[in-house]
């Protein structure tokens, strides 16, 4: 019960993400700190696309059982690569002070963590169900 409330939460969060940064990426990007550099609204209007996409996915996987956990694996694949790229770039001094460290860390790399550990914890319900009925 409370991995679907975490899918939920996350699935909705990245809907709304995505959504708005396709919609609007002008104000999407004004809410960014300034070392992420000049606005491209290309690059804001792909990132929103594969936000609603893993969004997306994730509410699926509630709805369709029967292909939870690749619609879980699906909706979590570009959060969790792009948490990764996060945790790259912070270690490689993106972010200039503490307090942008622990927002990114706060706003990006944990919704990402936390979609993987929805795979994992899913793929572990699976397999619990299966011994189960054995």
């Known amino acids: 019960m409370k991995v ?6 996350l699935g909705f969060g990245f809907l709304f993400t995505g959504l708005f940064a396709f919609f609007q990426p002008t104000m ?20 929103g696309i594969s936000f609603f996409s893993s969004g997306t996915l994730l509410l699926l996987s509630l709805a369709v ?7 879980a694996i699906g909706g979590a694949l570009f959060v969790l690569l792009h948490a990764i790229f996060h945790i790259q770039m912070l ?7 503490w307090l942008d ?4 860390i706060i706003v ?22 299966e011994t189960k009925a054995v």
């Open 4 to 9: 679907n409330s975490l899918t939920c939460v």
């Open 28 to 47: 999407f990007f004004s809410l960014l700190p300034d070392y992420y550099g000049q606005i491209n609204i290309h690059f804001i209007k792909d990132a």
């Open 65 to 71: 059982k029967k292909w939870q956990i690749p619609f």
């Open 91 to 97: 270690f490689a001094g993106m972010a200039p002070n």
């Open 101 to 104: 460290k622990i927002i990114e």
């Open 108 to 129: 990006i790399v944990s919704p990402g963590l936390l979609a993987g550990l929805i795979v994992i914890l899913r793929i572990l319900e699976s397999r619990n169900i």
